[in-house]
């Protein structure tokens, strides 16, 4: 089985695939859950891997995905230095991010999932991105779609686009929880199925990996976007 995971308000929502018609649904309170899972891979929307210094535009990997992903590009947000990631609210956040750069702060919504990028980071090793990459949904979407889509995903019409995508690749999003039974909203679902579709491509050697060669950070972590 592989497994696509995104963010959510109470935790990590993981959707299990087996690449056909059997998928589910369900929420972990800490990332380490999925980790104990038997996964052939796993498919994260989260960076792994921080600069020691944040670079304008972000990591190659957030530049190279923003290029092919097209209109949807602010999707991709700059991961920050990893000094960052100790600031106790924005402010400080923000302020040792800028003494780590050219003066470049974060964004509020970046700042929002730091608890998330500090829970995943304190769990990572180069060894563990064999059976784990970082991905991003609307790249996904995008290389489902063999072209940029035409709807954001937070106006009406962007929903159902992504539903089809899905559909289409051959995702069983009917046999899912729905999103008012099961915790989440629809983003968060969409998002982790996207996911689950690139970590299958991946285990099997079809996937796009941003760049070809990528970046190491100072422990090694390979920085890439993955779909």
């Given at each position: 089985?592989?497994?696509?995971?995104d963010?959510?308000?109470?935790g990590w929502?993981?959707?299990?695939?087996?690449?056909?018609?059997?998928?589910?649904?369900?929420?972990?309170?800490?990332?380490?859950d999925?980790?104990?899972?038997?996964?052939?891979?796993?498919?994260?929307?989260?960076?792994?891997?921080?600069?020691?210094?944040?670079?304008?535009?972000?990591?190659?990997?957030?530049?190279?995905?923003?290029?092919?992903?097209?209109?949807?590009?602010?999707?991709?947000?700059?991961?920050?230095?990893?000094?960052?990631?100790?600031?106790?609210?924005?402010?400080?956040?923000?302020?040792?991010?800028?003494?780590?750069?050219?003066?470049l702060?974060?964004?509020?919504?970046?700042?929002?999932?730091?608890?998330?990028?500090?829970?995943?980071?304190?769990?990572?090793?180069?060894?563990?991105?064999?059976?784990?990459a970082?991905?991003?949904?609307?790249?996904?979407?995008?290389?489902m779609?063999?072209?940029?889509?035409?709807?954001?995903?937070?106006?009406a019409?962007?929903?159902?686009?992504?539903?089809?995508?899905?559909?289409?690749?051959?995702?069983?999003?009917?046999?899912?929880?729905?999103?008012?039974?099961?915790?989440?909203?629809e983003?968060?679902?969409?998002?982790?199925?996207?996911?689950?579709?690139s970590?299958?491509?991946?285990?099997?050697?079809?996937?796009?990996?941003?760049?070809?060669?990528?970046?190491?950070?100072a422990?090694?972590?390979?920085?890439?976007?993955?779909?």
């Amino acid at each position: 089985m592989i497994i696509g995971v995104d963010g959510c308000r109470s935790g990590w929502l993981g959707v299990i695939w087996d690449g056909g018609r059997s998928a589910s649904a369900a929420v972990y309170p800490a990332f380490s859950d999925i980790l104990k899972l038997e996964a052939r891979f796993i498919a994260v929307d989260m960076p792994i891997g921080f600069p020691e210094r944040a670079e304008t535009g972000g990591r190659a990997c957030e530049q190279l995905a923003r290029k092919l992903i097209g209109r949807r590009r602010s999707s991709v947000f700059s991961a920050p230095a990893r000094i960052a990631l100790r600031g106790r609210d924005y402010a400080q956040a923000s302020q040792l991010n800028r003494a780590a750069s050219d003066n470049l702060g974060i964004s509020s919504q970046a700042f929002n999932i730091f608890p998330k990028m500090r829970e995943i980071d304190a769990l990572m090793t180069p060894d563990l991105q064999s059976r784990l990459a970082e991905v991003h949904p609307e790249l996904s979407f995008r290389l489902m779609k063999g072209q940029e889509l035409a709807h954001a995903k937070k106006k009406a019409e962007g929903p159902a686009e992504r539903r089809t995508l899905l559909e289409q690749a051959g995702f069983p999003l009917d046999k899912l929880t729905s999103p008012a039974k099961g915790g989440w909203v629809e983003d968060d679902l969409l998002d982790a199925c996207a996911c689950a579709w690139s970590a299958l491509r991946l285990v099997d050697g079809k996937g796009l990996r941003l760049p070809q060669t990528p970046h190491l950070d100072a422990r090694g972590l390979r920085m890439e976007i993955c779909g």
